[in-house]
């Protein structure tokens, strides 16, 4: 058998309890993190890390917390974009107000002030949740938005209302700026989205996480039980928010390298809340392959008709793109709510019983 949990005993609640009980899970973890950190910035081209594999690490994260707060706590937000503009602007302030700081604590410091706003924000959801309270949430998304234009005091009243990022130095090597390596931003971005991945799968199999996923299939018999949902759910919007400033830091600080108010708009909410449903709601994994999907979409579409020698028009491909990203959402929506995690889920479950005894 290639993959099966028969056979791995546990012999202390430690052991029962850990983030990975099978060994051939642990295994894997290793192997892709090996890939990830060594392989990739070995054998990957500047093009791949730079247009593929950190945007999808940047978003993935984002994901993880707008899932955090959707998939795990059952209240729904359509101010993504908005908390990540948060974390861009203050980390830009940051910077401005402390240029000797060390630029990855200033971008993990930007999430705190993202987790400010959306306890702000998160504060109607003590009275009202479902359609009532994505709607609250988009009204902050509008809110954010009007403020990253109009307060020109956020981008340093610079002329062109954009967030352009300086050089920064950290152990004598560029890490942002023009003179930043796509290698270099990549390891970063790849080490800050693991080390929070691993923080957010702890965080949701302990007491918190628990009173979350109580939230979240009945906050009446929650609340019956000593669950104090005034408190759980402002946590749940501080935690997501949090994780979407850092990701919105790290998009225009290690990704795009500079960025507008058009950046954080409603559109990159969506973009975020679909990758969660696509995905799969209340699964970490999800987060990441909804935003592998999405974002290689566009660009398997444009290189595939290269191979046949068709010629394809790239708004032909946007419309395509829109087109296959509907039906996705309405297929797993309707047929598989936990989306791409659960297909996954059922092919280690296959691997289990292969080869087949017959």
Not at 12 to 29: C, E, K, M, N, T
Not at 202 to 224: H, K, P, S
Request: proline letters at 4%.
């Amino acid at each position: 058998m290639l993959y099966r949990e028969a056979g791995q005993y546990k012999t202390s609640y430690a052991a029962d309890q850990a983030l990975f009980p099978v060994l051939q899970d642990r295994v894997g973890i290793l192997l892709i993190l090996a890939a990830a950190f060594i392989l990739v910035p070995a054998v990957a081209s500047n093009f791949v890390i730079d247009s593929i594999l950190t945007p999808v690490l940047v978003l993935s994260l984002a994901a993880i917390g707008l899932n955090l707060l959707v998939g795990y706590t059952g209240l729904l937000s359509l101010g993504t974009g908005g908390f990540m503009g948060v974390g861009a602007f203050a980390c830009y302030k940051l910077a401005t107000y402390f240029p000797g700081a060390n630029i990855i604590v200033l971008i993990l410091c930007s999430g705190f002030f993202a987790a400010a706003v959306g306890t702000v924000f998160g504060l109607p959801s003590l009275r009202i949740k479902g359609f009532y309270l994505a709607v609250a949430t988009l009204a902050a998304q509008f809110f954010l938005s009007w403020c990253f234009i109009r307060v020109q005091w956020l981008y340093n009243y610079n002329v062109s209302a954009s967030i352009e990022v300086p050089t920064k130095v950290v152990f004598g090597v560029a890490v942002t700026g023009p003179t930043a390596t796509p290698v270099t931003r990549y390891l970063i971005v790849l080490a800050i989205v693991t080390l929070m991945t691993l923080a957010a799968s702890n965080l949701i199999r302990g007491r918190i996480g628990r009173t979350w996923m109580a939230v979240r299939d009945m906050d009446i018999a929650a609340e019956l039980i000593g669950i104090r949902l005034y408190r759980t759910k402002l946590l749940a919007f501080a935690v997501s928010s949090f994780y979407c400033g850092v990701a919105g830091a790290m998009m225009v600080f290690l990704w795009l390298g500079n960025a507008e108010s058009e950046s954080f708009n409603i559109n990159q909410s969506f973009l975020i809340l679909f990758m969660v449903i696509i995905g799969g709601l209340g699964s970490l994994l999800g987060s990441f392959l909804g935003a592998a999907l999405i974002w290689g979409l566009p660009i398997v579409l444009r290189a595939a008709p290269g191979f046949f020698d068709l010629p394809i028009r790239t708004d032909t491909v946007e419309h395509v793109t829109f087109m296959i990203l509907g039906a996705l959402i309405i297929f797993f929506l309707i047929v598989e709510p936990n989306g791409l995690a659960r297909l996954w889920q059922i092919a280690k479950q296959k691997l289990r019983v292969w080869p087949f005894p017959y």
